[in-house]
């Protein structure tokens, strides 16, 4: 029922926002000289504000039109290399032959789309062949296509990586550490000519009884029966996915905004005076953030309610106890992938340590491939994008890529 409350709240709202945004280009046509008059520039800004403040449930595109590689631009087209009804394997495909790496930047199905990496992606393709999983949004995926828990994240990571080849690199950020070093072992275990030349796990929760936070706290005050109860609803009948369950990804999206709620506020009434002032730039770096953090998609509840028993309850990875497809998942399978832990300091979702307990997983792995690295000063968000990322973090990521190519 919460489910179609909202979507009965959305659509009450639906004209009073389509008036907002048919009245911007309105408000700012100079042609009779008024647009720049006082009382005008403060209705586009509500209007903008009116706009902005909304959830979509669609992918922004990626945007990622070029990059620059050895001092001279080179074109940037994206190209499904594999899709099944959950994910894309979605290609950023230079326009001009270069001899790069291949790596797969895994992003998490956490409530929203992979463009949610698009910094981090821009950065990695001036210095390799990028693919990133593109993950659907649950609601738009018939229910015959069955269900998806962690067990078919996992296969879609292996299925991934067998179609990019072998001599392929794995980064995962954050939730997808667990499966992507599932993945890992899985296939070095089958001695998959595909296994991954290298993996860097980044700020993700490998073992959350490792200096726990707020989130992992969260995750085990209530069982997971609760979680289902409360937290997980069924698809209305006017989506593609009618009578899929999932957990919204409007509801994760309200309780991230809840936890800095004024910060929110202040970022909204910035920028409403930003635009009122005429300080374009100010007002589009607002607009450009929102438009993405408010893009919001459904997990699938087999892989919402799998991952917090499993990885946020019980643990199961670094007890030797999790399975896929009845097998014991056993990262002491892992000889010659590369390993690369990254954690930052101050980040509060998952605490210096959980994404460290990797490295003591894989008893197998010999020293020289193993590295851990601590970025100061920055938060979650902050190890995969920003200028921490860009200047600190991703030469690390690069250099062990490269080494790792062999």
């Known amino acids: 029922m919460l489910y179609d409350a909202y979507q009965a709240q959305e659509d009450l709202l639906w004209p009073y926002r389509t008036l907002a945004r048919a009245t911007i280009p309105v408000v700012s046509d100079n042609r009779l000289g008024l647009a720049e008059a006082p009382s005008l520039m403060r209705l586009r800004a509500a209007c903008e504000v009116v706009s902005l403040a909304r959830i979509t449930h669609t992918r922004p595109p990626f945007g990622i039109e070029s990059v620059m590689v050895g001092g001279r631009e080179v074109g940037i087209v994206e190209e499904e290399a594999f899709r099944t009804p959950f994910a894309t394997l979605l290609h950023l495909k230079k326009t001009s032959r270069i001899d790069q790496p291949a790596v797969l930047i895994v992003a998490p199905m956490s409530g929203h789309f992979a463009t949610l990496l698009r910094e981090t992606a821009r950065t990695m393709l001036a210095d390799h062949d990028v693919y990133i999983t593109d993950w659907h949004n649950a609601r738009d995926v018939p229910l015959f296509a069955g269900p998806f828990g962690l067990d078919q994240y996992t296969g879609h990571l292996i299925s991934f990586l067998r179609t990019i080849g072998e001599g392929a690199h794995m980064v995962a950020i954050c939730q997808p550490c667990v499966s992507a070093l599932a993945a890992a072992a899985l296939m070095a275990e089958e001695d998959d000519s595909a296994t991954p030349k290298s993996l860097t796990l980044m700020a993700g929760p490998i073992d959350c009884r490792i200096s726990p936070t707020e989130v992992n706290k969260l995750a085990t005050s209530k069982s997971i029966e609760w979680f289902e109860r409360n937290l997980v609803f069924r698809v209305p009948m006017r989506h593609l996915g009618a009578f899929r369950r999932v957990y919204p990804g409007f509801m994760q999206l309200t309780a991230f905004v809840n936890m ?147």
């Open 260 to 406: 800095n709620l004024e910060r929110h506020m202040n970022a909204f009434r910035g920028y409403y005076d930003a635009l009122e002032a005429g300080d374009i730039e100010k007002a589009d770096a607002t607009r450009n953030f929102y438009e993405e953090y408010f893009a919001v998609a459904d997990l699938p509840a087999e892989f919402y309610l799998q991952t917090v028993e499993q990885v946020f309850q019980e643990y199961a990875l670094p007890k030797g106890e999790m399975m896929y497809q009845q097998r014991r998942i056993d990262p002491g399978a892992i000889r010659r992938t590369a390993l690369l832990t990254v954690e930052g300091e101050r980040d509060d979702i998952c605490g210096i340590g959980q994404t460290l307990a990797a490295q003591d997983l894989c008893v197998n792995l010999k020293s020289y491939l193993r590295n851990h690295y601590i970025q100061a000063g920055v938060g979650h968000y902050g190890v995969f994008s920003g200028r921490r990322w860009n200047q600190q973090i991703y030469p690390v990521v690069r250099e062990h890529i490269h080494v790792s190519r062999g």
